[in-house]
T-cell receptor, first 112, second 114 residues
Framework: GQQLNQSPQSMFIQEGEDVSMNCTSS?????WLWYKQDPGEGPVLLIA?????ELTSNGRLTAQFGITRKDSFLNISASIPSDVGIYFC????????????FGTGTRLKVLA | DSGVTQTPKHLITATGQRVTLRCSPR?????VYWYQQSLDQGLQFLIQ???????AKGNILERFSAQQFPDLHSELNLSSLELGDSALYFC?????????????FGPGTRLTVL
């Protein structure tokens, strides 16, 4: 199935470090969503982005909707152990198609 | 708690069997989406319903079907189950059909086919 390119695939970081991950595509998207998923649980929405260039924060998380509408970035500042999990991006294709395409996920592990 | 509920949480069955997964969307949401997530994989979109009507189809097998009822809850039916159908199945709901539309996920149903 169709998926977005998400990188890095996984990362190990020290507690307190900042984290950056991104999603890229050759397609244009209308909306970008970022989710965090814990093992065996459903994805939890972190941030929603609706306009190109939009920069939105949610606590220590900041996400941006790329100007070209083909990419998005998520940054986590001052990571803590509970940040561990899998982070997914999801892009909604332009009007006329209603489904979201999901990224392959970034698996984050935080070392205390 | 996203407000989306799914039952059952776990389901164990044998190959060749048929199962039904149930989803209740958030109050007021008209769209329901179904996703499949195999072990350590991303989310694969299966199908979407809006106010009782099918609106979009993804990589849904012919052995799988879904429907959305007048009370807006949805069911995903999986038949002639195979080992490879073992996965987490998620339901998500959103308020609008398209546009600035945000999806909220349920806790999922873990299906194990033996």
């Amino acid at each position: 199935g169709q998926q977005l390119n998400q990188s890095p695939q996984s990362m190990f970081i020290q507690e307190g470090e900042d984290v950056s991950m991104n999603c890229t595509s050759s397609s244009i998207f209308n909306t970008w969503l970022w989710y965090k998923q814990d093992p065996g649980e459903g994805p939890v929405l972190l941030i929603a982005l609706y306009k190109a260039g939009e920069l939105t924060s949610n606590g220590r998380l900041t996400a941006q909707f790329g100007i070209t509408r083909k990419d998005s970035f998520l940054n986590i500042s001052a990571s803590i152990p509970s940040d561990v999990g899998i982070y997914f991006c999801a892009g909604q294709l332009p009007s006329g198609t209603y489904k979201y395409i999901f990224g392959t996920g970034t698996r984050l592990k935080v070392l205390a | 708690d996203s407000g989306v509920t799914q039952t059952p949480k776990h389901l164990i069955t044998a190959t060749g069997q048929r199962v039904t997964l149930r989803c209740s969307p958030r109050s007021g949401d008209l769209s329901v989406y179904w996703y499949q997530q195999s072990l350590d994989q991303g989310l694969q979109f299966l199908i979407q319903y809006y106010n009782g009507e099918e609106r979009a189809k993804g990589n849904i097998l012919e052995r799988f079907s879904a429907q959305q009822f007048p009370d807006l809850h949805s069911e995903l039916n999986l038949s002639s189950l195979e080992l490879g159908d073992s996965a987490l199945y998620f339901c998500a709901s959103s308020a609008r059909l398209a546009g600035t539309d945000t999806q909220y996920f349920g806790p999922g149903t873990r299906l194990t086919v033996l």
